[in-house]
């Protein structure tokens, strides 16, 4: 068994099948083998003239019988140039297809005869040839060859082999090869210069007189079909030979999250009121989702940011509460929102800090006026000083906190009778059980007894919202739960505005770092806390 294999170093090959036009597109695959012994004979002619004709002859001989073929995977590729061509003037050009093979630059065309044993100096002669070939097909064709061992020639697995009778089981796709023909490859009658008066000086005498040399020149003027000494062999090769080979999958790296937080001022004609916290949450959080989709949009898809959504992919809602919270805060005392802090503790990809970057105004129809955002900071959450993020021991409400579930009445689980009498004890209640499980979340050891928790009553179920962290006062201003917008809009059946609500004061037994944001809604701003201190 006999096999030479051969690398194109450019992951390109270039050849027109015979008898097709090269602006039709068509590559030739796999490489014929009348085009390859015509290749080794030129590189005898160029490269090693000392070599005898006998010799490379005979060796040709033995490889004129059509080869099985090792595919590797591959696909078609064009380039297209004007070359000039004079036919209409100096300055008249043509369009020209350049059609190529596109193959990996490790990958290697095997070509293998079974049943062709060579001598020890047919192997060196076959060697030294392959080893100067520079090119198969075109001159842009670069080529590597190479003599494959016995023991490796019959460990290669073919895809490509010529049909032997019918091919009506074949599997895969046929195409004719051109391959030389064993009987007449070799001959001279159609080259070898006619005698006396009938001799045509125009007629080329080639060295050597074999009609595979026939120059392609005569075989256009003598009007040939095909060339002389050659034969169409059927070829099955594999349907998929054109199909890119899958890369393969490689582990996407973790994004880079060192943002955690993006804090903006806003500016207006009219700020909105503070009691619009959760409509201007949910608009920025649309705008930022719309940013993102447009940032990261494919084949006419938007993509979907899971941070600022807070949804998997099924659109499932996220657990864990490290997705964006959308913090809209009053920080001067006049009860208009100024502020707008996106925070998320599992942090922000590269394609949302773009989005967050590129939020700079949000259209809020004909009544409202436009609001300004300016981009202020972008960090993680210990970097910046910002209210909401500050560390205390107390924590004052500065949004009302909605309890996340009704009282029970019934059930194994239903709540004391005290709870059920009592709405502002249940919500009470409710708020305990949230900062446990914020505790949990936090990785504090605190459980509802180490924690006090105090309403703010005074008038009954008033707060004050003070982000220069003084003592609510009980006989200052301030704003009832039930004047907060607490129905979400873009949030079908949402049922915030029905649930019990009250305002609180925290104490914890060691600083805690904000954001404290608990409750229903509490990623839109609602159930937000503040730190506490007392007014001086």
Known sequence: MTAIALKFPAGRFHSTPWGRHVNEGAPEWPPSPWRLLRSLVAVWKIKAPEIGESQVRE????????????????????????????????????????????????????????????????????????????????????????????????????????????AAGAKGELVQVLCADPETAFSDEHVKPLGGKKRRSSRPVYDPAWNLCIETAQLHAEKW????????????????????????????????????????????????????????????????????????????????????????????????HGHAYYLATDEDGDGRIDHVTVVAENGFTREEVRALDRLHKLRRGEENPELLFLLVGLGRIEELRVPVLEKSKRWVSATPFLATRHPKKNGRKRDPVELLQDRQAFVEQVLREELERFCERRGLPWKQPDFRISRIEDPPGAFRID?????????????????????????????????????????????????????????FGLGLFLPAVKQS
């Open 59 to 166: 060796l040709l001989q033995r490889l004129s019988a059509p080869p099985r073929f090792f595919l590797p995977r591959a696909t078609v590729g064009h380039t297209r140039h004007y070359m000039r061509w004079f036919k209409k003037g100096p300055e008249d050009q043509t369009l020209v297809f350049d059609t190529f093979v596109c193959v990996g630059r490790d990958g290697e065309v095997i070509a293998v005869w079974p049943g062709v044993e060579l001598s020890p100096e047919q192997r060196r002669l076959l060697e030294n040839l392959l080893d100067k070939l520079a090119y198969v097909g075109r001159a842009e064709s670069w080529c590597i060859g190479r003599l494959l061992s016995p023991e490796d020639a019959a460990a290669v697995d073919v895809n490509c082999f010529p049909v032997n009778g019918s």
């Open 225 to 320: 079909s095909d060339p002389p000494g050659s034969r169409w062999v059927m070829y099955v090769r594999p349907a998929d030979c054109f199909h890119p080979e899958p890369s393969k999958p490689r582990r996407k790296p973790a994004p880079q999250r060192h943002i955690q937080v993006a804090r903006y001022v806003l500016d207006s004609q009219v700020l909105p009121l503070v009691t619009e916290t959760l409509t201007i949450a949910e608009e920025v959080r649309s705008e930022l989702l719309r940013r993102y989709g447009r940032e990261t949009r494919w084949n006419g898809v938007n993509g979907r940011s899971e941070t600022f959504s807070g949804k998997d992919a099924k659109g499932n809602p996220l657990t864990g």
């Open 467 to 523: 982000p220069r962290r003084w003592e609510p006062q009980a006989t200052g201003p301030g704003l009832r739960p039930l004047q907060f917008k607490r129905f979400r809009s873009r949030k079908r059946d949402d049922d915030g505005g029905r649930r019990p609500s009250g305002s609180f004061l925290i104490e914890f037994p060691e600083p805690v770092r904000g954001p404290i944001c608990l409750g229903h809604s509490a990623h």
